[in-house]
């Protein structure tokens, strides 16, 4: 398999979501603003997102995936569909039952997430809210189960597009329900819409698991299918995966709560801002990180520790050439950007002033988001959990102290800056820990290839700002259009002497091709 190839088809994928995400991030600044409505939906929205990311993407896919890899290597495909039946009928009876508590105790949800809302419309609004939306675990996690499986099956693509149904869901929801409804209810228009969107993003998956023959029968008794010893493995492994993946989630549980103590609008701000951050983040990390996990794990399995070295190399490698332009734009664009997309009906300059400030605080960390998301799999894929959770929880420590020091004095910006700065410390933890173990041992050339990257990134720097400088991004609220292609002119320029600079350098797209069993 050519991975570069099989990246490029999901972050293709990806970038279709991105974009239609940033379309509805669009809508919801024009129509909603940084307002105390919006802080309610983005806080609300933030729980059941905490659940997915910390048992259904985070745990469950770091157990599951390289359980289920090796398992595929050693046994018949009747054998794998009896595990994944087995782990499905569990997960859709735990599922059912947490959905339930959810719902019922979204009071509580909403207290130790938004805990400055308490006492005002604002909670009671978030509560309501968080009840529509909290299904969506359910259907995530179930998705999170048949990506799982499709990508084992090197089945990408579907997996990659599914985001793309849910923003369709918003921007539906926005855009009809402003003619039908006034902006409370429209409000919950947008809460409707994660319910359908997750459904939608779990059915999309059904006929490529029925294509391969892997589509999930669940059993009426779960007790049978947890005496399965493969389905206790996963669980086992899933424990101390929790507590890997719960020091990140905690720490945005405690950063939600921050935002939630200061003006209204910040939380709103800050969301506006990781949708820029989750751009590059998802196009590269999510990505690299789906094409990794499997290849190391299959690596692992048939004890080639050249080839998983090799994996991580590359993945290391095409992070830095991808990722450094990325947080080099939202450092010096940051003005520009959030203008650019946001600026325009409720989200006024002092909006964009704010909401850029967090968009360049996370340009600081930026790499170390997604270095994070290339490094952990080299653990995951050993079936080690241990070392990312000691990692996790030093992480958790170190970014709460940066809150303390940052969150007083530039607010929201303080709680992106100490995100990424907390991320750089866990992706140099990683990086040291493979190093240690002699999981990874760099290849020839780093040195070079790195000063020849400062070369690149400093002039593309230094165009991006000169000009960005020249134009009055507010004063071009009239010319939306005329405004966007400017952005998009200074974007092109910046590529254009970046990749030319690396090209007369040296670098060669084929010097980032690996192909991988």
Request: proline share 4%; charged share 10%; with cysteine.
């Amino acid at each position: 398999m050519n991975l570069l190839k099989t990246l490029a088809a999901i972050s293709s994928m990806t970038m279709l979501s991105r974009i239609t995400g940033l379309v509805r991030d669009m809508m919801f600044g024009a129509f909603f603003g940084a307002t105390a409505t919006m802080d309610a939906y983005v806080q609300a929205f933030k729980i059941p997102n905490f659940f997915r990311r910390l048992f259904a993407e985070g745990a469950f896919s770091q157990a599951f995936v390289p359980i289920l890899a090796e398992y595929r290597n050693a046994n018949s495909d009747s054998e794998v569909k009896e595990l994944v039946d087995h782990v499905a009928t569990v997960l859709v009876w735990a599922l059912l039952l947490t959905c339930i508590v959810g719902v019922v105790g979204a009071p509580v949800l909403v207290f130790m997430f938004s805990s400055g809302f308490w006492g005002t419309s604002k909670f009671d609004l978030t509560v309501n809210l968080t009840r529509i939306m909290f299904p969506y675990i359910g259907f995530m996690s179930l998705v999170a189960l048949s990506s799982g499986v499709l990508n084992t099956w090197r089945c990408f693509k579907i997996p990659a597009f599914t985001p793309v149904l849910l923003n369709l869901c918003f921007i539906f929801a926005a855009y009809f329900s402003l003619t039908w409804f006034g902006i409370e209810k429209q409000i919950y228009a947008l809460a409707c819409a994660v319910f359908v969107g997750g459904l939608l993003q779990l059915a999309i998956q059904i006929p490529s698991l029925i294509q391969i023959g892997m589509l999930p029968r669940i059993s009426m008794n779960p007790a049978f299918a947890l005496r399965d010893p493969k389905v206790r493995r996963v669980l086992r492994q899933m424990a101390p995966a929790v507590l890997a993946v719960s020091a990140t989630q905690i720490s945005i549980m405690i950063n939600s709560t921050w935002a939630s103590f200061l003006p209204d609008g910040s939380a709103s701000q800050l969301n506006f801002a990781d949708r820029l951050m989750e751009f590059p983040s998802a196009m590269l990390g999510v990505a690299l990180g789906t094409v990794l996990l499997p290849s190391l794990s299959s690596a692992k399995a048939n004890g080639d520790q050249k080839e998983y070295s090799d994996l991580l190399d590359w993945g290391l490698r095409l992070t830095c050439l991808l990722a450094l332009p990325a947080a080099v734009g939202l450092l010096t664009l940051s003005d520009a950007l959030t203008a650019t997309l946001f600026h325009g009906g409720k989200f006024d300059a002092h909006a964009v002033h704010e909401t850029a400030k967090a968009v360049a605080a996370y340009g600081v960390g930026l790499t170390g988001l997604i270095l994070v998301k290339i490094l952990a799999p080299g653990f995951y894929a050993q079936q080690d959990i241990r070392t990312p959770v000691k990692i996790a929880m030093i992480v958790l420590f170190v970014t709460q102290v940066l809150n303390a020091v940052f969150v007083p004095f530039i607010h929201q910006a303080g709680l992106a800056l100490s995100v990424g700065l907390g991320a750089c410390v866990n992706a140099a933890m990683l990086y040291f820990g493979l190093r240690k173990r002699g999981l990874y041992t760099p290849k020839a050339g780093w040195l070079s290839f790195f000063l020849k990257l400062v070369v690149a990134l400093v002039l593309m720097g230094g165009l991006a700002f000169v000009l960005s400088m020249q134009v009055d991004w507010l004063a071009m609220q009239s010319h939306r259009l005329l405004r966007a292609a400017m952005m998009g002119g200074i974007i092109i320029a910046c590529m254009l002497l970046y990749f030319g600079t690396l090209s007369a350098l040296g670098f060669r797209l084929r010097d980032f091709r690996k192909v991988s069993g």
